[in-house]
């Protein structure tokens, strides 16, 4: 069932614990300041949301984006296209695959608060990516173990679990090594919603043992990627997807071979990372000043 709201923009849900399809909203074309408000409520409740049939270049997606917050540069270690600052190309042709779960960019002190990636080529078969609400997830935890997660703090860096599945120049990715230490569980800044801050770049426990680490973060990323709380979209060029990067993580299927996939993304920039009990998450390693220095 669609939902219309007052601005005529329309909504219609894609699963029980996140995603909505808009409608009724051109992001080519200048947008009244109600009609921004509606997507960014729309996007703060789904978590996820979907345009269908946009026809962007990059100056109308950068314009679109910067109604939704101050864009980042491309990407903290790839050089952008000339002259496309904020954007990052996601190529399979050139070895861009996200086929593990993850939340962008969590090995920097501030990853990014939301991602819109517009589709410009899809594999006629396969391709679908899945996300999935990590605010759901840290609600459906037993109470015991959320108290836990409350008290966690997490190291993650770009030299994890993701670079090795997922990154085919792994050399070129952790050349400078990137690592900071985030809450397990992050309040958002806007919403006040707990949430669980997991996924591939998440590499150890603070104050314990790797292994034991490494299982208790299994233990809890499990709970992020139950079906029910995972939404699954399949593309069509056109498609403008925006995300919610502070209560989300998605997974790329990498199940279409040799075809072409690609989409451009843009990035807004984030706050550093707080916990429940009001500290903050630190870089430990790497400078990422100019990627988040709002400058683009």
Same mark, same amino acid.
């Given at each position: 069932?669609?939902?219309?709201?007052?601005?005529?923009?329309?909504?219609?849900?894609?699963?029980?614990?996140?995603?909505?399809?808009?409608?009724?909203?051109?992001?080519?074309?200048?947008?009244?300041?109600?009609?921004?408000?509606?997507?960014?409520?729309?996007?703060?409740?789904?978590?996820?949301?979907?345009?269908?049939?946009?026809?962007?270049?990059?100056?109308?997606?950068?314009?679109?984006?910067?109604?939704?917050?101050?864009?980042?540069?491309?990407?903290?270690?790839?050089?952008?296209?000339?002259?496309?600052?904020?954007?990052?190309?996601?190529?399979?042709r050139q070895g861009t695959r996200a086929?593990?779960?993850?939340?962008?960019?969590?090995?920097?002190?501030?990853?990014?608060?939301?991602?819109?990636?517009?589709?410009?080529?899809?594999?006629?078969?396969?391709?679908?990516?899945?996300?999935?609400?990590?605010?759901?997830?840290?609600?459906?935890?037993?109470?015991?173990?959320?108290?836990?997660?409350?008290?966690?703090?997490i190291v993650h860096s770009n030299d994890?679990?993701?670079?090795?599945?997922?990154?085919?120049?792994?050399?070129?990715?952790?050349?400078?090594?990137?690592?900071?230490?985030?809450?397990?569980?992050?309040?958002?800044?806007?919403?006040?919603?707990?949430?669980?801050?997991?996924?591939?770049?998440?590499?150890?426990?603070?104050?314990?043992?790797?292994?034991?680490?490494?299982?208790?973060?299994?233990?809890?990323?499990?709970?992020?990627?139950?079906?029910?709380?995972?939404?699954?979209?399949?593309?069509?060029?056109?498609?403008?997807?925006?995300?919610?990067?502070?209560?989300?993580?998605?997974?790329?299927?990498?199940?279409?071979?040799?075809?072409?996939?690609?989409?451009?993304?843009?990035?807004?920039? +984030?706050?550093?990372?707080?916990?429940?009990?009001?500290?903050? +998450?630190?870089?430990?390693?790497?400078?990422?000043?100019?990627?988040?220095?709002?400058?683009?």
């Amino acid at each position: 069932m669609t939902v219309l709201s007052p601005t005529g923009v329309g909504i219609t849900r894609l699963a029980g614990n996140i995603g909505a399809e808009i409608s009724g909203v051109d992001a080519s074309r200048p947008l009244e300041a109600e009609v921004v408000a509606s997507v960014r409520a729309a996007l703060l409740r789904h978590k996820l949301i979907v345009l269908r049939d946009q026809d962007l270049d990059y100056d109308s997606q950068v314009a679109f984006a910067r109604r939704l917050g101050d864009l980042t540069l491309g990407h903290p270690i790839y050089d952008a296209p000339k002259n496309r600052p904020a954007l990052r190309e996601m190529d399979s042709r050139q070895g861009t695959r996200a086929n593990h779960w993850h939340t962008d960019l969590t090995f920097i002190e501030r990853p990014p608060a939301f991602a819109l990636l517009h589709s410009k080529i899809i594999p006629p078969v396969g391709g679908d990516t899945i996300w999935a609400n990590t605010a759901s997830a840290y609600q459906s935890l037993p109470a015991e173990l959320r108290d836990l997660a409350d008290r966690l703090r997490i190291v993650h860096s770009n030299d994890s679990d993701y670079t090795d599945d997922t990154v085919a120049a792994r050399g070129d990715y952790i050349s400078t090594r990137y690592e900071a230490e985030h809450p397990a569980v992050r309040v958002h800044p806007e919403t006040g919603e707990r949430s669980l801050l997991l996924g591939g770049f998440a590499r150890s426990v603070v104050g314990l043992p790797p292994q034991a680490g490494r299982d208790l973060i299994r233990v809890l990323q499990e709970y992020v990627t139950k079906p029910e709380q995972t939404v699954r979209w399949k593309w069509r060029v056109g498609d403008l997807v925006i995300w919610d990067n502070q209560a989300t993580m998605h997974y790329a299927i990498y199940d279409y071979g040799d075809e072409p996939r690609r989409g451009e993304r843009l990035t807004i920039i +984030g706050d550093v990372p707080v916990g429940v009990d009001g500290r903050p +998450g630190r870089a430990l390693a790497g400078d990422t000043s100019a990627y988040s220095g709002g400058t683009v």
